[in-house]
C-alpha cells in the first residue's frame, strides 16, 4: 500500500534542540489541517525501555548488540499494531520522528563501520524510507554547553570528543548513503524562532505540492 501521510525525521547531536522544534513543527502542520503523530526513537516500547536503560548505564551489552536492539526497536516502531508508524501512514497520518536510522549511523559509527550498521539497518530502510531528514546542526562545543546546563546525570555518549565524532559520522553518513534521499542541514546554533522559520520553508515545500 502507499503512504499518503508524509515521514518526516528530525536528527541531531544531543542537545540541538529537536523536541522544540518537533512541537512547533507539528503546530504549523495541524494549523494546515494535517494530520500529525509525533514520536521519538528509542521509542517508549519494551525494546525501547530496555534502551534506555542501556543508554542510562544500568544494564550493560555490547556495542553491537545495543545497534541491534536499535535495529529491533525501529522495526517494532514501523510495524507494531498499536501506534506503528507503517499504519498511520497509509491512514494519511504525517509523522514527525524525533531519529530514525541516520542516528545509528551517526552514533554505532563510533564503535564500528557505518556501512555495517547500514547494512544492519537494511530492513528498516526497505519498510520505510524518510520523505525528509532535517539535521539540525549543532557544534559539540555548544552541544556540550546544553547538555551541562540541564544539570542531569550524563549519558553514554555525551562528551566532547564523542559528540565531535557523532556529528562527523552525520555527515559521513549523509554523504555516503544519501540514497536520494532528501536531507536539509539547518543551523541549530540560532534562536528557536529563527531555526523553526527555516524548517518550515523546507517542510511546507512537501505540503505545498501535495
Ligand atoms: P534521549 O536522551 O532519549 O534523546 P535525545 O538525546 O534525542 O533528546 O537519547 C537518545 C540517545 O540514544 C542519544 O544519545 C542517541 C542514542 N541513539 C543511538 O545511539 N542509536 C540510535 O539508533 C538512536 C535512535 C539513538
Excluded at 542501556?54 to 541491534?68: G, M, N, P, R
Amino acid at each position: 500500500m502507499k503512504n499518503c501521510g508524509k515521514f518526516i525525521v528530525l536528527e541531531g547531536i544531543d542537545g540541538s534542540g529537536k523536541s522544540t522544534q518537533i512541537e512547533l513543527l507539528k503546530k504549523r502542520l495541524l494549523e494546515l489541517d494535517q494530520k500529525v503523530h509525533t514520536t521519538t526513537e528509542p521509542t517508549q516500547r519494551e525494546v525501547g525501555t530496555l534502551i534506555r536503560k542501556i543508554l542510562k548505564k544500568e544494564v550493560s551489552v555490547s556495542e553491537e548488540t545495543l545497534a541491534a536492539l536499535f535495529v529491533a526497536d525501529r522495526l517494532d516502531h514501523i510495524q507494531n499494531q498499536e501506534d506503528g508508524m507503517a499504519r498511520l501512514l497509509e491512514d494519511d497520518v504525517n509523522i514527525i520522528s524525533d531519529r530514525y536510522y541516520w542516528s545509528s549511523y551517526a552514533y554505532h559509527g563510533l564503535s564500528m563501520p557505518i556501512s555495517k550498521v547500514v547494512e544492519m539497518n537494511a530492513i528498516c530502510h526497505y519498510h520505510l524510507k524518510p520523505d525528509l531528514t532535517i539535521y539540525l546542526d549543532l557544534t559539540a562545543e555548544e552541544s556540550m554547553n546544553r547538555i551541562e546546563k540541564r544539570n542531569e546525570q550524563k549519558e553514554k555518549f555525551e562528551t566532547l570528543e564523542l559528540l565531535a565524532s557523532i556529528r562527523q559520522n552525520y555527515f559521513i553518513a549523509f554523504e555516503r548513503h544519501h540514497q536520494n534521499m532528501r536531507i536539509e542541514v539547518i543551523n541549530a546554533n540560532q534562536d528557536i524562532d529563527a531555526c523553526s522559520e527555516q524548517i518550515w520553508k523546507v517542510v511546507n515545500t512537501l505540503f505545498s505540492s501535495k
